[in-house]
């Protein structure tokens, strides 16, 4: 090769420009290699297939210091943090068994009518009560004191119930195994029984699970569940104390004498529905119909249910659908989702259609069919290089993880009106069933029946109900 004969360029310069030369597409690709390494990581999670395993050991967690406004602790009803006598877990067969007849109750309440008040009064007699098993998703459990003198009570809350309610003595009918003493109404000096012509007594048939009986001048109450599980007693007024600064008087609850189905271990339910009779509308002067919470990934961590105080600076909001005001649930707007970074190609009006609630007692979400089907593919797609197995109960799209270390697995997100983007946390897109581990969604039997948001998909999400301003809020990496 000659050498140039332009004075301005010397030997060694052109020697090092011809190197570059060289070295530029070696460079080149290394840099390209970087950019897909961070674009899987961008669209996927990487995890130790251990983490799907709970930890023995409670990880507790405080919420963030400096919040204004009353907080309580939420533990997992069968995890190491709970604190009490251990009651033994649910096989993984009852807990979805379970949860699908709770969403199946919930598909029916559209159609529901008094006309099953009879069938309800007698179900004493055809409701099996199931030893070791509980109602649904009803796992997340709450501790608050309740009379004068104050006794602490674990109660599991729920945001697809209305009435708050623990089982009472005398126990006129019949009352599960429960971890404390039950609660005596003849030992507080503040309790108080609801007459029928209170406006309190006519405020439980705004649930669609709930009855009233006023044949005699007691206000008697009763409630059903997707389980079929039931509680039925006295409507009375009480004091409830969430902290020992944070008193609620005369709180209207049911004083449960006949409990059946498939409670155990916890006194009662702290219903947090869109009604007055709930907990957030008896309490809409003090805290503004304004609570949010933090389910934690695992039973072995701990999560926190808040009433009341600051919203999270980093949490994105959607409006509440007006169905919210009907019904015992609360209504949100799923305009999209999205795999691995792709938005699944689905009709809006699909999403529309078919409505969606979310509850904090249905353990896995549910979607129609036809949107369910391209999500699995999807995943699917992205999922070649793990051996696929046989569906089990729920799930048809299991893989077999037996001698992987880490895995990785898609991320997805859910679209909410107003351009709301909620990314799923790694143990909400897979859960372990038995061998196998699954993704963590599954169908609705037709495109018309109502989608549910569940918990696993919202764990380690502050997720904020701002009823008084008619929209729900998300805020990520709130609790472990």
């Keep these: 090769m000659a050498t140039p004969t332009n004075s301005n360029v010397s030997p060694t310069c052109f020697l090092y420009a011809s190197l570059l030369l ?56 069968y995890g190491p943090c709970n604190g009490q006598e251990a009651i033994e877990s649910p096989s993984e067969a009852d807990v979805f068994l379970q949860d699908q007849q709770r969403v199946n109750f ?21 409701v099996p009560a199931k030893s070791g098993r ?28 209305s009435i708050a309610w623990t089982q009472c003595e005398p126990c006129l009918g019949y009352c599960y195994p429960q971890q404390e003493p039950k609660f005596d109404p003849t030992k507080s000096t503040s309790y108080k029984n609801v007459t029928c012509s209170s406006p309190s007594c006519s405020l439980i048939t705004e649930s669609r699970t709930g009855f009233r009986n006023c044949s005699s001048p007691t206000c008697l ?30 709180f209207v609850f049911g004083c449960g004498q006949n409990n059946r189905g498939l409670f155990r271990g916890f006194a009662g339910l702290l219903g947090l529905g869109p009604s007055k009779i709930s907990f957030v509308g008896q309490t809409s002067t003090k805290y503004k119909q304004l609570f949010s919470y933090c389910l934690p990934s695992s039973p072995s961590s701990t999560g926190f249910l808040n ?10 909001f959607t409006p509440l659908s007006a169905l919210s005001q009907r019904y015992s649930l609360y209504f949100l707007d799923i305009t999209g989702i999205s795999v691995g970074g792709q938005l699944l190609p689905v009709d809006p009006s699909v999403y529309s259609n078919a409505k969606t609630a979310i509850d904090s007692g249905t353990v896995i979400s549910r979607l129609p069919p036809s949107v369910y089907s ?37 991320k997805i997100s859910v679209f909410f009106k ?47 109900h701002d009823v008084g301003n008619g929209r729900v809020g998300f805020a990520p990496g709130a609790c472990p």
């Design 418 to 464: 107003g351009g709301v983007e909620v990314n799923i946390p790694p143990t909400g897109v897979m859960v372990p069933y038995n061998e196998k581990t699954c993704l963590a969604f599954a169908a609705n039997g037709d495109d018309t029946d109502i989608s549910i948001f569940g918990n696993t998909q919202q764990q380690t999400l502050e997720v904020i």
């Design 134 to 161: 509980t109602i649904g998703g009803a796992n997340y459990i709450v501790t608050v004191g309740l009379g004068t003198p104050t006794k602490q009570y674990s109660l599991a809350f729920d945001t697809g119930s």
């Design 221 to 250: 109450y009763g409630v059903r569940y997707g389980d079929q599980s039931f509680t039925i007693g006295f409507l009375a007024t009480e004091k409830l104390t969430i902290s020992s600064s944070d008193v609620i008087d005369n």
């Design 106 to 126: 919930l598909h029916n309440q559209y159609s529901f009518s008094k006309r099953d008040h009879a069938t309800f009064l007698d179900m004493k007699t055809t």
């Design 22 to 77: 060289v070295l530029c597409p070696f460079f080149t690709l290394k840099k390209i290699d970087a950019f897909e390494g961070n674009l899987k990581n961008l669209h996927f999670h990487e995890l130790k297939v251990s983490s799907f395993v709970p930890s023995p050991v409670c990880n507790r967690f405080s919420s963030k210091a400096g919040r204004k406004g009353s907080s309580l602790e939420v533990v997992h009803r």
């Design 307 to 316: 009433f009341g105080g600051q919203v999270s600076s980093t949490a994105k």
């Design 374 to 410: 391209k999500l699995s593919s999807a995943f699917q797609s992205l999922m070649t290089k793990y051996p696929k197995t046989n569906g089990v109960a729920l799930f048809d799209t299991c893989y077999d993880f037996t001698g992987y270390r880490s895995v990785s697995i898609p």
